[in-house]
């Protein structure tokens, strides 16, 4: 009977103890490392972008204790689903925000400052153990993703005589992605047209994984990707026409266009309500102050230098809703669509 009463009384100890330490505990519900004190921005979706944001996030809070910044990857799709439904601050994105996601941010009296901040050049990646692939052609490259591809082009040799009879695993970002529109966009001539049969995911890491653990596999996703992983993909270059040298993306040829047609720049895009917060002014006056250097530090293209005063007048101003996104837009650079307004 003693050890039942010893028992009891331990037990009581124990729960007031844990309530005690739950009462003087710092709460958050949507995010458990964020004190009460801090004031929380948050921004999700191109994975492509991340790196970048993240970077400029972590750089941003060492001066800035009393604000947290969260940054996800939901994708440049499912970001805009969240943004304009007014659920995040910032909107990573690799392509320009499309019509009706412009119309549903519309819908829900959520206003927008689109800012470029820099290039990517989307890198076409096998395994290390890959002998017969230097270049690809876009022509091969459609071949291998359109539709008419899923089920029927199975092997290497299908698209190329002169390269294996072995089965071709194929690894790309998923319908949610910034990435996925723009590759359709380009190589397959309609955007979100792809064979479905592939190894599909927003987080690029899982890709990289997918490729460098498979001899036969080939993948696509944002050139610092590949960078942050060089020691385990292989690059592949990328012609338009047969019997040219395949270009790789490097910062000239991105830069000057060489790299057609999977060079593009990468947004974000600010809510005009959010910057009634001044820690979101803020934290985008920081991000373009330092958008250059920290692009180039995660291994991505930075504009040149003569277009980020451009991308900070247009903040300044509070122009909003795209102009990249415009027909008038296609086939000019950054600085040249920044300076239409």
């Known amino acids: 009977m003693k050890k039942i009463i010893i028992a009891l009384v331990l037990i009581v100890v124990v ?16 995010n458990p490392m964020v004190s009460k004190s801090q004031v929380v921005i948050k ?8 790196p970048i944001t993240e970077a400029v996030a972590e750089e941003y809070q060492k001066a800035n204790s009393d604000v947290k910044v969260t940054v996800g990857i939901a994708g440049t799709g499912g970001g805009f689903k969240k943004f304009c439904a007014g659920e995040t601050d910032l909107s990573d994105a690799s392509r320009p925000i499309k019509a009706v996601e412009a119309d549903e941010c519309t819908t829900k009296a959520i206003e927008y400052i689109e800012l470029p901040i820099g290039y990517d050049g989307l890198a ?11 270049d690809i052609t876009v022509s091969e490259l459609k071949k291998l993703w359109e539709p008419e591809a899923q089920k029927k082009i199975t092997k290497w040799n299908q698209v190329n005589p002169a390269w294996p009879n072995e089965e071709i695993h194929l690894f790309g970002p998923g319908t949610d992605s910034g990435t996925f529109d723009y590759f359709t966009e380009k190589i397959v001539g309609t955007q979100g047209k792809s064979r479905g049969d592939y190894t599909a995911s927003e987080d690029d890491n899982v890709l990289v994984q997918g490729v460098s653990s498979d001899k ?19 690059l592949v270059g990328v012609n338009e026409e047969k019997g040219k040298g395949g270009m790789l993306p490097t910062y000239e040829n991105v830069v000057k266009g060489a790299y057609h047609p ?18 979101v002014k803020g934290f985008v006056d920081y991000y373009l102050a330092n958008a250059a250097k920290l692009v180039k530090e995660v291994s991505y293209i930075a504009l040149p230098d003569a277009d980020y005063p451009l991308v900070v007048k247009r903040f300044e101003s509070r122009k909003t809703g795209s102009i990249f996104s415009a027909d008038a837009a296609k086939g000019l650079t950054v600085k040249e669509i920044l300076e239409l307004e």
């Open 43 to 50: 921004v999700d979706g191109s994975s492509t972008v991340y």
């Open 15 to 30: 729960v007031v103890g844990v309530q005690a330490l739950a009462k003087r505990a710092p709460q958050n519900a949507s």
């Open 216 to 234: 036969y596999a080939l993948g696509y996703f944002g050139v610092a990707y590949y960078e942050q992983n060089k020691d385990k993909l292989k």
């Open 262 to 279: 999977l060079s593009r720049p990468l947004f974000v895009y600010v809510a005009i309500k959010s910057l009634e917060k001044p820690e």
């Open 124 to 134: 076409i990646v096998v395994n290390p153990e890959n002998t017969w692939l230097k």
